[in-house]
């Protein structure tokens, strides 16, 4: 929605839109709340009546005209009281039930996004920003749902308003047309108000982001700035960010400030007409005191009530610019496509077939064309290729986190794109350069909630080259890793989600460079562990080092969108001169080194 | 720190920003004079009754009128003055909470802690984000209300004591048993919110780490498992959230008992005591509204003694950074570096973290002016602590680093920082252009002379290649760069600043050959003809070098060329048969 298109009218329609679809949810919850506010609502009219009917029985009969009290006093203490505590009955049913309302639609709609998310295809996922993402299920979340809360108390007020008016009108006429008259205007210059400032508000919002920003940037690149000795200026350029956001902040606030002190002294302005009003309605014998004290006792206790009825435009406001960031995953439709193919974990290792594998990201640059893979049952393949020419886009092709734009992947003769949700899994396991760790122990990062004994655990584990420092961690297995736990080093948390793959013992294993940052001889230890295996799999590892390549069966080299040639190490070298280069570059330091050395 | 009052935090941020305090004397007196008017209502409705509605005369209503517009005027009056008040305290918290803001961010930008503890970074923004927002929320609502509330609760006291005090300390007494009773809910309930807020942290958590492993969760099939652990966090949270709402709005909603009770008394007390003194109708009627007056601001008050003390620890918090020392400053003693060339000497420098054991230990070397040095050893073996220590990025715990002679700590450092070149091994690039960023090493750098900078480092075809050349904006931390393009941008960035001596941190990470080669080049150009040392991760490096520091456990344990170290068979030989292992192809 285009944002220059809002108006207070615009908000007020979609805003009760917005709300019926969250009362839908919980319409039991919505029920007590507003019979809750009701309550309350009789309760304030029904205190004023009675302060009214005190001062016509009570205070003016025994003050004014001199009569001694009569027994009416006590009780009219305890009607009061009693009024009082209805009216905290009503405070209660009604903050509860929109309590409830709000907390359980925050809670489905985390679950509902959750859950939306994971059924959608990855191509998706990887066009969102993660921060993104979180702040929509965290921040959005709270704010979208921001109206629930006064939402009842809202209704409570409306209620209260149409109540006072019957009322007033059916104390006198005039008196009522002059009450009605009056907190229109304040609801108006209210609601004005409040929308004024809403739209200022949203500038100091993005005033507010620009300064976190830039702190953020001026923290991450600490060490440049100091190294450059470049801090003057960086804390010059916080400071105008700042005081932008200061600006911005004196800016509304001021025309807040303005618009709450007339808001304030209004009801107090049209008290004062009416005492004037009721005179002359006394004089011509129209009007008693006591329901003129009534009027006014009611006006007083509207005053309050009837400044929350902007804020309801804010939370309306902002709540839906909360839900259309929550509506456009909602709105996302982009699903996996699942067939009923169940999986056959324990067949041994799977071939690849593929044929005319075509992929585009995104629509438009085109990764690959006619692509074709075949590979034997058991082989371990390396894929070799410049910077950015597919070699990630072909692992995950295999793994049918992406899915091919043309053309099928087939693994052991079973079209990937074929099995039920869950199934591939199963029989692929897919190891990514940025090792992902929970906030969970090693022993729970390694099985992902899945039943694995304890010494399958450490089996998986020796085979990752991890078993040794996870041994030396301060409660081995059980050790909490993650954000609240020990931090290892990369190549350390590689390795561990290197074995969250080999206890699944796959039919095909995929490495994504994940041994990047594990120092180059342990690489070369853990490679030739998982050959000499007795894994179940066919691999496929995307290699840099020279070493690592060595060490596979075959060696595929994937350049400007296609496999450029598929053979062995020697093979490849000798037929093509761009793998040459590639592979040799690395090596010619090594050489040149030796030989002065020798 | 912790033991420090509130009066103190307060009384401290107002000498660091004066600006907060402005005026502040006339501003509250401003503030009261327009919030007396509120009470005009109450009696112009007593004044009205009794002379008036309920003289046995009759009704004079011209009199009436006349009072009327007295009440008016006093109202718009009362406005006037009041929201010039608060323009005035919003004026002043605003400027004054800005400079505070920027004061605290240079503060810590100055402070070793940002590069040393690099996960407290996230931790460290908010204390010039949320923390000063608190504050700043706590200055316009909060203080606003508060002085305003109590104001007001003054002038119904004062009012009600004209009136009649007997029945006025009724009221008084209610009143104060009334604040206790909410502040003793408060305290009862911050236990409850405490706990909510951890349920939140703890379901937070698990949602967004679910939602960053999306990847893993689709790669591994364990969706039903993710789901249900995130559906289990979010229903204890609505649990402890629930009970607490629950609980908190019976607490609360007994205040409006109380409110009851004390009406019911002024009734009863105001007949009895009325009859008995004398007290007009009129004026027990203005006593109900007065009631109202005092209870609802009441409500105000209890509540921004809540707020005030999430400011007040936002505050403390505010405050902690401002003491806290900045461990690099500025010599007392200044003296010059030489003109030309650079060495550099490390006697006995041995350095730790206040939080740990030796991180370095007995390094004494020296680095001839004119040459280049390789630091070679494994992750952890203190390398890079040696290239701070050389940059003054950190002091050393004892001994004395002298760079051409003079004790680091005696050189000024905008004189250091534009003699010496520091080049970290992840090119920090900022979200600006490309021109912009190689400013940073020579602010004032005209387009020309970043141009040239980059042919003098052989990188023009690069630049050429870019869509925008130089006014290439380079995204987020340089996201729109490849890791090895930051790099080649942060070279130029030290080149273009001509420094003396140079110490570049050699990046790990794999890069495209083509730039491989563009950046071996483009390193090989800036250290000639200067001092440099590079903490080496390839092979290449280490053997050009004049000279190779072997570091490991925290020592220096070789040092000496290439050639001799290989033969000695020592830490560096098992380092090289290490490397060259990873790249041999045959």
Known sequence: MNSAELTPWSVLRDGVRLIARFVRGHPFAFAIAVTGAAVYAGAIIASSLVIGWVTDTVVIPVLDAGESYSGLLLPAGLLILGVAVVKAVGIITRRTGAGYLQLRTRQD?????????????????????????????????????????????????????????????????????????????????????SWITYRMWEAVQVARGRVSSVAHESFDGALTVKSLGREGYVSERF?????????????????????????????????????????????AGLLSAGDLVTVAYLLALLAFPVQLIGFVLWDLAGSQAG?????????????????????????????????????????????????????????????VGPTASGKSTLCLLLARLWDPATGEIHLDGRDVSLFAGSELPREVSYVAQDAFLFDDTVAGNITLGSDFSEEEIKEAATLA???????????????????????????????????????????LLILDDATSAVDPSVEAVILRSLKSAALPSTIVVVAYRPASIRLADEVVYVDEKRIVAHGTHPELLASTPGYARLVQAYEEDARRIEQEAS | MSDVTTGQLIRRALVESPALASGLRLTLVMAMAGQAITIVTPIVFQQILDDEILNPNGIDLGDVLT?????????????????????????????????????????????????????????????????????????????????????????????????????????????????????????ILRKNYDRVRIEVGRSLGVLSES????????????????????????????????????????????????????????????????????????????FFFLTNLLIEPLQIVVETLEFSQSAASGLRRVIEVLDSEIEIQDPEEPQDLP??????????????????????????????????????????????????????????????????????????????????????????????????????????????????????????????GLPEGLETQVGERGGALSAGERQLVALVRAWIGSPDLLVLDEATSAVDPSLDVALRHAMERLTRGRTSVTIAHRLATAENAGKVLVFDSGRLVE???????????????????????GTKSV
């Open chain 1, 109 to 193: 709609l985390r679950n509902e996004l959750l859950d939306h998310q994971l059924s959608l295809k990855m191509s998706w996922f990887d066009k969102q920003s993660i921060g993104d993402l979180l702040a929509v299920a965290d921040a959005d979340v709270d704010q979208g749902t921001g109206v629930l809360g006064p939402l009842p108390y809202a209704s409570g007020v409306v209620l209260l308003l149409f109540g006072s008016f019957a009322m007033i009108v059916a104390i006198d006429p005039w008196i009522g047309l002059g009450a009605t008259i009056g907190l229109a205007v304040v609801i108006a210059v209210d609601i004005r108000g």
């Open chain 1, 239 to 283: 400071g105008k960010e700042s005081d932008e956001l200061r600006d911005r902040l004196i800016q509304v606030n001021s025309t807040w400030t303005t618009y709450q002190t007339v808001i304030r002294a209004m009801p107090q302005a049209i008290s004062i007409a009416l005492i004037v009003v009721g005179a002359v309605r006394i004089e």
């Open chain 1, 323 to 383: 839900w259309q960031r929550i509506a456009a995953i909602f709105g996302a439709r982009d699903f996996i496509d699942y067939g009923d193919l169940h999986a056959s974990p324990d067949a041994g290792a799977a071939g690849i077939s593929s044929a005319a594998v075509g992929f585009t990201y995104d629509g438009s640059a085109t990764v690959f064309e006619g692509l074709s893979l075949d590979l034997d049952p058991g082989v371990t393949l390396a894929v």
């Open chain 1, 465 to 507: 080259g991890a078993d040794e420092f996870v041994d030396d961690l301060p409660q081995g297995y059980e050790t909490m890793l993650g954000e609240r736990g020990t931090t290892l080093s990369g190549g350390q948390r590689q390795r561990i989600a290197l074995a969250r793959a080999l206890i699944r013992k796959p039919r």
């Open chain 2, 67 to 187: 009072r009327a517009s007295v009440a008016v005027f006093a109202l718009i009056a009362g406005i006037i003055i009041g929201r010039a008040a608060l323009l005035r305290l919003v004026r002043s918290s605003s400027i004054g909470l800005s400079d505070l803001r920027t004061m605290t961010f240079d503060h810590l930008l100055r402070q070793s802690v940002l590069h040393v503890q690099a996960e407290r970074r996230g931790n460290l923004v908010s204390r010039v984000t949320s923390d000063v927002t608190t504050l700043q929320e706590f200055m316009e609502w909060g203080g606003v209300s508060l002085v305003v509330a109590s104001s007001q609760v003054l002038l119904a006291t004062s009012v009600m004591f004209y009136y009649q005090w007997r029945l006025a300390l009724i009221s008084l007494v209610g009143v104060f048993l009334y604040l206790f009773l909410m502040r003793w809910f408060q305290r």
């Open chain 2, 211 to 286: 939602i960053s492993a999306i990847p893993v969760v689709r790669a591994y099939g364990v969706e039903a498992e993710t789901q249900g652990k995130v559906a289990e966090a979010l229903e204890d949270r609505f649990q402890r959230e629930f009970r607490t709402n629950w609980f908190g709005n019976s607490l609360f909603s007994s205040a409006e008992i109380f409110a009851g009770t004390l009406t019911a008394a002024v009734v009863i007390a105001g007949v009895l005591i009325g009859a008995a003194e004398g007290m007009t109708a009129g004026e027990l009627i203005a």
């Open chain 2, 339 to 464: 003109p030309d060339g650079l060495s550099v000497t490390f006697e006995d420098v041995r350095f730790a973290y206040d939080t740990g054991g030796d991180v370095l230990q007995d390094v004494s070397v020296k680095i001839e002016n004119g040459s280049r040095v390789a630091v070679v050893g494994e992750t952890g073996s203190g390398k890079t602590t040696f290239a701070k220590l050389l940059v003054r990025l950190l002091d050393p715990s004892d001994g004395v680093i002298r760079v051409g002679g003079v004790p680091l700590d005696n050189v000024p450092l905008e004189q250091l920082r534009s003699r010496v070149a520091f080049v970290p091994q992840e090119g920090f690039l900022f979200d600006d252009t490309i021109a912009n960023n190689v400013r940073y090493g020579r602010p004032g750098a005209t387009d020309a002379e970043v141009f040239t900078a980059f042919h003098e480092l052989d990188l023009g075809d690069w630049l050429a």
């Open chain 2, 559 to 581: 040092q000496g060329r290439h050639r001799d170290l290989l033969a000695a068979g020592g830490v560096y030989a098992d380092l090289f048969a290490d490397w060259s292992a």
